[in-house]
Nanobody, 132 residues
Framework: QVKMVESGGGSVQTGGSLQLACRIS????????VTWFRQAPGKERERVAA???????LYADSVKGRFTISADNPKVIVYLQMDNLRPEDTGMYYC??????????????????????????WGQGTQVTVSS
């Protein structure tokens, strides 16, 4: 049974930093990708950053240069370091994971973070609030 738990959310002012963690257990596939998504009230879920066991990392244009995704072992724990936070970064942040499939790889090869539909396993989310 795969379990994913996010932590590290909180409230900060514009320009502040937070580090989110996604702790994973039970993920036994040889190759996986883990992605951070976020969703603000009334808005669609947005792809933020992805990391795969192949070493691939991808970022949404809105967070490039401010957020860093990292992991010693993406099947165990994935971090999202968020610096220079802005009010538009406010939302519930979720981590999602699944086996690295051919379909998922097509997105990665195009430089795109795979969509939410590509991931079976999800955490419950952690809230990030950035005030101006």
């Amino acid at each position: 049974q795969v379990k994913m738990v996010e932590s590290g959310g909180g409230s900060v002012q514009t320009g502040g930093s937070l580090q989110l963690a996604c702790r994973i257990s039970g993920l036994t596939y040889a190759s996986v990708c883990v992605t951070w998504f976020r969703q603000a009230p009334g808005k669609e879920r947005e792809r933020v950053a992805a990391i795969c066991t192949t070493g691939t990392t991808l970022y949404a244009d809105s967070v490039k240069g401010r957020f860093t995704i990292s992991a010693d072992n993406p099947k165990v724990i994935v971090y999202l370091q968020m610096d220079n936070l802005r009010p538009e970064d406010t939302g519930m942040y979720y981590c999602a994971a699944d086996r690295l499939t051919v379909g998922m790889n097509r997105h990665l090869e195009l430089g795109h973070i795979p969509p939410a539909s590509a991931f079976e396993f999800w955490g419950q989310g952690t809230q990030v609030t950035v005030s101006s």
